[in-house]
């Protein structure tokens, strides 16, 4: 017994030697046969998906053959341990109904007698192990039982220790490939910001590969670049940032921050994305410089076209001609419309918006708001819920105004029904003043929600049955809302209509009496 139970330790060291599958399942098949002294051993996988024994791993000179041979379930000795999930002795095979010869004529070997036990861990059936003929003896008997067990189980755990293992690493290799193949520079910190991790594009971006026991603000402000306090501060989940280069070449980096945090909140890493964002950032003041431009530079002559449109619609004139100032008369108005959105998008689309807040109570803003727009919504039913119990909120009223119109006018332009409806109701939920414009239209797709909040994107024609609009008026709504510290998003189904949801921070409202 004390010999058995020393070759139980030094089993229990080799067991937990390796997480090499291979090597483990080898030195399992080597040790089964010393733990229960038999001449020879198996061990028999079982397949998850199609409940078969399977001999993994195979010694001699047959042991391809061997490995070819799968036991469907319920089959052999082997497949009747594991499927009943219990322990077999068999003396003498031959005598045994559920024998089957398949292994032997495979592997050239005589089974005489069997040991069989299931392999165990966590409450599933990994496999099974076989001491394969007595060594000394006739047959095994209960006293290897316990021994043989123990070995199995334990056996068991190395082995799904040794797969989570290889899992574990090969989802670290993988991690690993797409980390080390972005684009973008990633540094991962610890929770001070000490590097602990950056990729090649990240170490281009420093112009350093030595990282060791130095912050991430240390190693931005050495390679020269200005960043925000913050950088380590935010309370957030996630925080955006923009870096500039103070020295040498103009360089702008879009840096998204992300807090991964624990127990308590507490911060026990930080991941940085950076990705340049200089010629993004020059493309679009240019685009914006020319919008600015060309508006300005439309505009005087549309003032002069438009007033002689209107004298030239007074002369006495054939049908004709009537025909041709009236079609004048209403492009000239649409390019003007168009104009105006231009000219409104470039003065709000700015880097830092100017804002001047008043108490405004929000039943007023959105009043002022539907006669801002009356004329587009002339041909639509709008229904508006009591809003009084929203109280104030400090806002700048004109451009809040302005935004909330956009969405309304958008309510009705993108409508195609005969009876166009418009419902506006509002609530205060948790932190935030929650503002709904629900309208009967068409809908829209699950592909096109946030693109319609991108400069000049209209969906498709076909869809909306919409003619005319310059594609500014949702960006438009959104700049000014998110410039409050709020948020406008949408809610939608084809053929069901939208609701665009307006959140304004309730730290920002008053009670209004």
């Not at 709020?486 to 309730?506: E, L, N, R, T, W």
Request: net charge neutral; aromatic share 6%.
């Amino acid at each position: 017994m004390n010999d058995k139970f020393l070759l139980f330790l030094d089993a229990n060291r080799l067991l937990t030697s390796t997480f090499d599958i291979k090597k483990l399942l080898t030195i399992i098949m080597e040790l089964a046969s010393k733990v229960v002294n038999a001449e020879a051993s198996s061990l028999l996988l079982l397949d998850e998906d199609t409940k078969e024994l399977y001999f993994d791993v195979a010694i001699g000179e047959k042991a391809d053959e061997v490995k070819r041979v799968r036991l469907k379930p319920g089959e052999g000795i082997a497949g009747w341990c594991a499927a009943h999930n219990r322990s077999l002795i068999v003396e003498d095979v031959t005598k045994d109904a559920r024998w089957t010869k398949r292994s032997d004529e495979s592997s050239g070997f005589e089974t005489k007698s069997i040991i069989c036990v299931p392999m165990r861990c966590k409450g599933r059936i990994l496999g099974v192990i076989e001491g394969i003929n007595a060594r000394g003896r006739e047959f095994f008997t209960d006293e290897d039982l316990p021994f043989f067990e123990a070995f199995a189980n334990q056996a068991a755990v190395a082995l799904e220790n040794a797969r989570l293992f290889t899992k574990l690493t090969q989802e670290n290799e993988k991690i690993s490939a797409a980390f080390n193949g972005m684009s973008d520079a990633v540094f991962v910190t610890d929770g001070n910001g000490k590097i602990v991790q950056s990729n090649k594009p990240a170490c281009d971006l420093v112009n350093s590969e030595d990282f060791d026991d130095i912050s991430i603000e240390k190693v931005l402000g050495d390679a020269g670049f200005i960043f925000p306090e913050e950088l380590l501060k935010f309370e957030n989940k996630t925080k955006v940032f923009e870096i500039t280069k103070k020295t040498g070449k103009q360089l702008i980096l879009n840096c998204l921050a992300t807090r991964i945090t624990g127990d308590n909140d507490k911060v026990f890493s930080y991941i940085f994305v950076i990705r340049d964002i200089t010629e993004e950032k020059e493309e679009y003041l240019l685009h914006r410089s020319f919008l600015s431009l060309i508006s300005h530079k439309l505009k005087t002559p549309l003032v002069s076209i438009t007033g002689y449109i209107s004298i030239l619609s007074g002369e006495k004139l054939s049908p004709s001609q009537h025909k041709a100032i009236k079609v004048m008369k209403n492009q000239s108005e649409r390019l003007t419309e168009l104009v105006t959105d231009l000219l409104r998008f470039t003065v709000v689309d700015t880097e830092v918006l100017n804002l001047e807040k008043k108490k405004i109570p929000v039943k007023r803003i959105i009043s002022e708001a539907l006669g801002l727009v009356r004329k587009s919504l002339k041909a639509a039913e709008v229904n508006t819920a009591d809003l009084s119990k929203l109280g104030s909120i400090s806002v700048d009223k004109e451009k809040i105004k302005e935004a909330v119109g956009c969405v309304l006018e958008n309510a009705v332009k993108f409508n195609k029904q005969d009876k166009k409806i418009i419902n506006i109701s509002g609530d205060v939920e948790g932190d935030n003043i929650i503002l709904n414009i629900e309208d009967n239209g068409v809908g829209i797709a699950l592909s096109e929600k946030q693109k319609i909040f991108e400069n000049f994107y209209q969906i498709e024609e076909s869809f909306t049955g919409q003619v005319e609009g310059s594609g500014l008026g949702l960006p438009l709504a959104r700049r000014i809302i998110s410039a409050h510290g709020g948020s406008i998003d949408v809610a939608s189904k084809v053929g069901k209509g939208s609701k665009f949801i307006i959140k304004i921070p309730k730290s920002r409202i008053e009670t209004h009496e």
